[in-house]
């Protein structure tokens, strides 16, 4: 759900003019691809699905009328703002492609994907103690290559609450996109933290583990926990509780009906072009930090933005004085009543129509690059999904609402593209914009269990029933995102 996009030239594109009508896996960083059997790759769930031939005006039109309009989006009263950069979090462990062109058709099993598809925090470990040393403690000889480390504040005085930086101030990490905002950046830090914590806690329940074996058992823990979260807090809240319990029962047994990476894990296209993109209309146009730096806008114009670097979100920096997130404004923590995310619609905050000089060169807005995304990956229309996977069709696709030619209506309405499709879905009753409806909801929870599944080292696969008990929650036998962050802040 990542919002920068990236759109250097890939070597394996059809041109297509746009007017056109048993032993140890290589986990992470360490899973390059070396061989034809390669995980790191995308492909399609509904390979037989035809795609729409859309005009490229069309696209564009209806991209920029999905903003705001005299009545904003409502909040979501189901999901708190920290999911949907928990999202981002998530897609950024997943999947990165950073050699897909908006302007040329992409073949997605040529396409690599240079993440590994498992739920491994790849990009919070890297390669590891030894492959990426420079992420890990060096000095302190009883937690040599088993801590993570954290950076220092602007402000020397203040706690260590900011990511570790270069001379220019970009954070030292393994996947950059992790600090393109100052929201995901300080949840990758509390991720930091809540690996120290994990292995503090772990280090005093298992005195015996010292070095690797303590930082291999800090890992399990943390990911296990994290994981957990993924599909049984994140993803019910997403797709509901009676879709998330029919994929992945009590039983531990997972329940696929289009997603099969028995051949090897992959992320379809359709997951990451357009469904897993439903994240976009949850963001708000600006947030509050803490009790004192409230109302910051996720953006602002790029003059105003090198003017005053107190007036947006925008990553890639140092994390200002007095910024360190207060994690109960995001997400429920001892009773806090956080900022909710926007409910899942077709109508974008404002900001996400003009993004900062460098994400939109074209200035085209983020819905915009959304959909000539889905185009240059010939996603199937949302009718087609439907139809294949038995779902009910969505009849009012609101597309009246908007300032189209009568060629492109027809042309949108006949072949809706899927992630307009998405939107729609969830923004029509009975969801009113609360949850993904059947075509997202499906994509979306099949995907995230089926990587799950298919992962060997995962909770899924070595424990099938295991639930987390080892940590403090809320709830006994249960983990949210609130408590990993609330023991990421205290380590209790």
Sequence with gaps: MAIVEHEPVTPTTTEEPETHHGTLIPRG?????????????????????????????ALIALGKAMADREAPSGDNPKIPSAYTYFGQFVDHDITFDPLSELSKFNDPDALTNFRSPRFDLDSLYGSGPSGSPFLYES??????GVRLLEGRNTDPE?????????AQGRAIIPDPRNDENIIVSQLHHAFIRFHNNVVEHVAKAQPTLAGPALFAEARRVVTWHYQWVVVHDFLPRIIGDDLANELLPDSGEPNLRFFDPREGPFIPVEFSGAAYRYGHSQVRPSYDLNDIVVGVPLFSAAKTADRDILAHLNGFRP???LWTIDWRHFVEIDGSQPQL??????????PLLKLPTGIDAAHTGLPVLNLRRGKALQLPSGQAVAQAIGAPPVSNLGLDRFNLSA???AALEAETPLWYYVLREAENAPR????????????????LVGLLAHDPQSFLRQQPTWKPTGLKAVKAGHFTLGDLLRFATIGQ
Excluded at 341 to 350: F, G, N, P, V
Excluded at 432 to 447: D, F, K, S
Aim: hydrophobic share 30%; glycine share 10%.
């Design 341 to 350: 995310t926007r409910e899942i619609d077709t109508q974008l905050a404002k």
């Design 432 to 447: 009113n914009g609360q949850r993904l409806g059947p075509v997202g909801g499906r994509i979306v929870g099949e995907v």
């Design 319 to 321: 994390l200002p004085a």
């Design 407 to 409: 060629e492109h209506r």
């Design 29 to 57: 960083q360490d899973a390059v691809p070396r061989s034809p059997l390669f995980e790191g790759r995308f492909g399609r769930m509904f390979r037989s699905l035809p795609a729409p031939r859309h005009d490229r005006e």
């Design 158 to 166: 203040l706690e260590r609450r900011d990511l570790m930086r270069n």
């Design 139 to 144: 000095k302190k000889a009883d937690r040599r």
